[in-house]
T-cell receptor, first 113, second 113 residues
C-alpha cells in the first residue's frame, strides 16, 4: 500500500501523559501536513513540514504541541501533558510539492481519559 | 479572510442526482477540492479544480466553479448507497504561501434506497 500511513489508528491516554502520532507520507512525497478534526467539525490545519524543516506552524497551539519530520523516518506529532480537549482525530496528509493535491491517511483517533 | 461554508445535510434517493454546494471567501485560491469521508476513515480525494476552470467532469462527478460568486458545487449523477458519506469542500489560498487547506464543516449525504 503506497498511501499515507498513520499509526496508531486509535490511541488512549490519561490526562497528563504524552501522545505521539506517526505519519509516513506517500512514496515520493516530501511535504507533510497535519490537521485536527474535532467531533462534528471540519478539519483544521495545524502544521506543515518538509524534510527537517517546519514551514508553517500557524495552526499549532503554542504550548504542549510539537512536530518534526526528520531526514529518516516518519513525521511525528507530539502532544505533551494531554488534556481532555485534545481528544480528536488527527490526520496527516502528504503532497509531492507545495500547493499540490494532498492525500490523507486514515487518521489517529486520540481519546483522553 | 479564510472561510468555507457548506450546508450540513443532504438526503436523496438512490438513482437521483446529488448536488452539494460550497462557498468560499479567498479569491486567491488556486485549487478547490472535494474530499469524501466515510465513518471512521480518512479523507479520500475525490476531485479538484484549478481556479482558472469553470467545470470539470470525472465519470459520475461534475464540479462547477463560479469564481464571481465564489461558489463551488459537486454533482454526483446516479447516486448510489455507497456514496453515503461526509463530503468536504476545501480551498488552498495562495495567500497562505504554504498550500495548507481550509475546509468547510462537511455535508452529510444520506442516500435512501
Amino acid at each position: 500500500n503506497a498511501g499515507v500511513m498513520q499509526n496508531p489508528r486509535h490511541l488512549v491516554r490519561r490526562r497528563g501523559q504524552e501522545a505521539r502520532l506517526r505519519c509516513s507520507p506517500m512514496k515520493g512525497h516530501s511535504h507533510v501536513y497535519w490537521y485536527r478534526q474535532l467531533p462534528e467539525e471540519g478539519l483544521k490545519f495545524m502544521v506543515y513540514l518538509q524534510k527537517e524543516n517546519i514551514i508553517d506552524e500557524s495552526g499549532m497551539p503554542k504550548e504542549r504541541f510539537s512536530a518534526e519530520f526528520p531526514k529518516e523516518g516518519p513525521s511525528i506529532l507530539r502532544i505533551q501533558q494531554v488534556v481532555r480537549g485534545d481528544s480528536a482525530a488527527y490526520f496527516c496528509a502528504s503532497s509531492p510539492g507545495e500547493g499540490q493535491p494532498q492525500h490523507f491517511g486514515d487518521g489517529t483517533r486520540l481519546s483522553i481519559l | 479572510g479564510e472561510d468555507v461554508e457548506q450546508s450540513l445535510f443532504l438526503s436523496v434517493r438512490e438513482g437521483d442526482s446529488s448536488v452539494i454546494n460550497c462557498t468560499y471567501t479567498d479569491s486567491s485560491s488556486t485549487y478547490l477540492y472535494w474530499y469524501k469521508q466515510e465513518p471512521g476513515a480518512g479523507l479520500q480525494l475525490l476531485t479538484y479544480i484549478f481556479s482558472n476552470m469553470d467545470m470539470k467532469q470525472d465519470q459520475r462527478l461534475t464540479v462547477l466553479l463560479n469564481k464571481k460568486d465564489k461558489h463551488l458545487s459537486l454533482r454526483i449523477a446516479d447516486t448510489q448507497t455507497g456514496d453515503s458519506a461526509i463530503y468536504f469542500c476545501a480551498e488552498s489560498p495562495l495567500t497562505s504561501n504554504t498550500g495548507k487547506l481550509i475546509f468547510g464543516q462537511g455535508t452529510t449525504l444520506q442516500v435512501k434506497p
